[in-house]
């Protein structure tokens, strides 16, 4: 791999001034999934500023800017998701949200920054640029409501991208670390409910009812003997059920019990055996209480992101010639999902961590109402995101 010779780092610290006002203009004014109106906005105004073709209303709000350097090379894509959750945030920082119900509690609003300083950066040297680079800004994240759309919209094509590689803030590493996990990096995710009807009755005589209820312990409790004796040891899969709804007083027994939950996996294969287990066993089990089960799945969840070995070697070459192998962790699987998976299926290309754990307090986890991120983080991650496009345009990845 040889070493870029532009002298980016200039560049670089130019740009961090300007890098975190418009992370914290994003955490200021964060906006739920598939309603990122403002923040399409922002980004399709900066894009264009910096002289890249811009399309928008991909998957509604979806974002696509494309860089053409002026040397021939590879057409290679960054992809960025912009959208918040709904969460009230706690730490009093100057650029809280501004908006009641959603903030920025998983890093999309660094994600977002980075991408549009990173097309920024490249634009400004399009004359020494090689190859086209595309930038994706993706909503919908936080439900998998964006990818699917954006590329049967068209993402990946008109350039055809050949190579996609992307980034993830992450408050369990300190400021600065990067990693990058070859294989499965990312678990699956389906959200599912299982709606169980009974008969209701009165609490004191059960014999004369269907207890919904009681079906739904033995579900719960059951669903779990599907993960431990059904899935080989060596494999993981991880089932959960967030939620139970029933009832209306302690001594009616009802005629509904819903359950909601989640399945989380690294392998497609186990993905879809426990899937189709899932709506089967649920319904014997009410069969047996003489009640009824069925199962719906929310949307249609999202595959484990898997990264190549190739392009994950390409990835962890540049973490090393940028920030020093000091600074480079060994990548670990997470049970997170992301749907940048759809994208990875796709096309060739690589989803790495970079840490923006604070030193100065207890590191909340992501989706929390306390999260809150180093941005010392975020220089490093606009360093290492560079490295990577500058080799994949120059053809090395």
Avoid at 119 to 139: D, K, M, N, S, Y
Avoid at 263 to 274: G, S
Wanted: aromatic letters at 6%; proline letters at 7%; one cysteine or more.
């Amino acid at each position: 791999m040889s070493k870029t010779t532009l002298p980016w780092a200039d560049e670089i610290r130019k740009r961090e001034e300007s890098l975190l006002a418009l992370r914290r203009d994003f955490h200021k004014h964060p906006e739920l999934s598939m309603l990122e109106t403002r923040t399409a906005e922002v980004i399709a105004e900066r894009l264009r500023a910096a002289g890249l073709e811009v399309r928008t209303g991909l998957a509604g709000t979806g974002v696509v800017g494309v860089l053409h350097g002026e040397k021939p090379g590879p057409v290679v894509a960054w992809r960025a998701d912009i959208d918040a959750l709904p969460l009230n945030e706690v730490p009093d920082v100057p650029f809280k949200s501004v908006n009641a119900g959603a903030m920025h509690a998983c890093g999309h609003d660094g994600h977002t920054a980075i991408a549009i300083t990173l097309a920024e950066l490249l634009a400004a040297r399009r004359a020494e640029l090689p190859g086209t680079a595309v930038f994706i800004c993706q909503p919908g994240e936080e439900v998998f409501g964006g990818a699917k759309p954006m590329i049967e919209a068209g993402a990946l094509e008109n350039p055809h991208v050949e190579q996609i590689y992307g980034l993830h803030l992450t408050t369990q590493d300190p400021a600065g670390i990067v990693s990058v996990k070859p294989g499965p990096a990312m678990a699956s995710a389906d959200f599912f409910n299982v709606e169980i009807r009974g008969m209701g009755g009165h609490g004191a005589f059960p014999h004369l009812s269907r207890d919904p209820i009681t079906v739904a312990a033995h579900v719960v409790v059951g669903m779990q003997a599907l993960v431990s004796r059904e899935i080989p040891a060596q494999d993981t899969a991880v089932l959960t059920v967030g939620q139970i709804e029933s009832g209306t007083k302690h001594n009616i027994i009802p005629e509904r019990a819903v359950l909601r939950g989640s399945l989380r996996t690294y392998d497609n294969q186990i993905r879809a055996q426990l899937l189709e287990r899932l709506g089967a066993f649920a319904a014997r089990i009410a069969e047996a209480y003489r009640a009824e089960a069925r199962i719906v799945f929310e949307g249609e969840g999202t595959s484990p992101v898997i990264n190549p070995e190739p392009a994950s070697a390409f990835v962890h070459r540049c973490f090393e010639e940028e920030v020093g192998a000091d600074h480079v962790a060994e990548g670990k699987p997470v049970m997170a999902s992301d749907d940048m998976a759809l994208f990875l299926e796709q096309r060739p290309g690589a989803y790495f961590r970079v840490g923006v754990g604070p030193a100065d307090r207890e590191p909340a986890p992501h989706h929390n109402p306390n999260f809150y991120m180093d941005e010392a983080g975020l220089p490093v991650a606009l360093r290492v995101a560079l490295n990577v496009m500058l080799h994949a345009l120059a053809g090395e990845g």
